[in-house]
T-cell receptor
Framework: DVKVTQSSRYLVKRTGEKVFLECVQD?????MFWYRQDPGLGLRLIYF???????EKGDIPEGYSVSREKKERFSLILESASTNQTSMYLC?????????????FGEGSRLTVL | GDSVTQMEGPVTLSEEAFLTINCTYT??????LFWYVQYPGEGLQLLLK?????DKGSNKGFEATYRKETTSFHLEKGSVQVSDSAVYFC????????????FGRGTSLIVHP
């Protein structure tokens, strides 16, 4: 069964802390994505990557960075967490160039910043 | 650029009622169209898709038809169940060049017994 695994389902952090959210996929997919989901705003793309060591900014990259050192792993980093980054974070992957196929999502990581 | 517009929710129905969730899109080229579902506490999963005009996607009693003339991909189900309560996202993707799918804002469906 194909799988996208996010390292933590629930995290509570303090303002100013550095936060790592990790995502691993076992489908040998080229493309990986990080979204945040907030009520009334739907899914907003933070960053995506279409190859190892490649990254592209999405719609809301400010305050975030990413790392993709291996094909199967895509990490989202909050250098200095702030309360407005309290949200649900979703990782996804897909295969192929362009996007005509399915996105596979992890179960999400709910981050609370106090 | 590409965009997807969904009806705002929540949509509240009684069990066995008929469901329609509207989705319209704008896109350059010829997109593939998708419906994803997010059950409470979970990530999104693909519900159905259609890759060309007049195709009908179907799964778990849900259906949607790719209407190029009206640029629509409305989701329908003849008789909803309490277990269908979830958030539904319409999405599109185009081939070549772009790796980024475009999502609607999601429509929450609440089904009462």
């Amino acid at each position: 069964d194909v799988k996208v695994t996010q390292s933590s389902r629930y995290l509570v952090k303090r303002t100013g802390e550095k936060v790592f959210l990790e995502c691993v996929q076992d489908m040998d997919h080229e493309n990986m994505f990080w979204y945040r989901q907030d009520p009334g705003l739907g899914l907003r793309l933070i960053y995506f990557s279409y190859d190892v060591k490649m990254k592209e900014k999405g719609d809301i990259p400010e305050g975030y960075s990413v790392s993709r050192e291996k094909k199967e792993r895509f990490s989202l980093i909050l250098e200095s967490a702030s309360t407005n980054q309290t949200s649900m974070y979703l990782c996804a992957s897909s295969t192929g160039q362009g996007f005509t196929g399915e996105l596979f999502f992890g179960e999400g990581s709910r981050l609370t910043v106090l | 650029g590409d965009s997807v517009t969904q009806m705002e929710g929540p949509v509240t129905l009684s069990e066995e009622a008929f469901l329609t969730i509207n989705c319209t899109y704008t896109a350059t080229g010829y997109p593939s169209l998708f419906w994803y579902v997010q059950y409470p506490g979970e990530g999104l999963q693909l519900l159905l898709k259609a890759t060309k005009a007049d195709d009908k996607g179907s799964n778990k009693g849900f259906e949607a038809t790719y209407r190029k003339e009206t640029t629509s991909f409305h989701l329908e189900k003849g008789s909803v169940q309490v277990s269908d309560s979830a958030v539904y996202f319409c999405a599109l993707g185009t081939s070549g060049g772009s790796y980024i799918p475009t999502f609607g804002r999601g429509t929450s469906l609440i089904v009462h017994p």
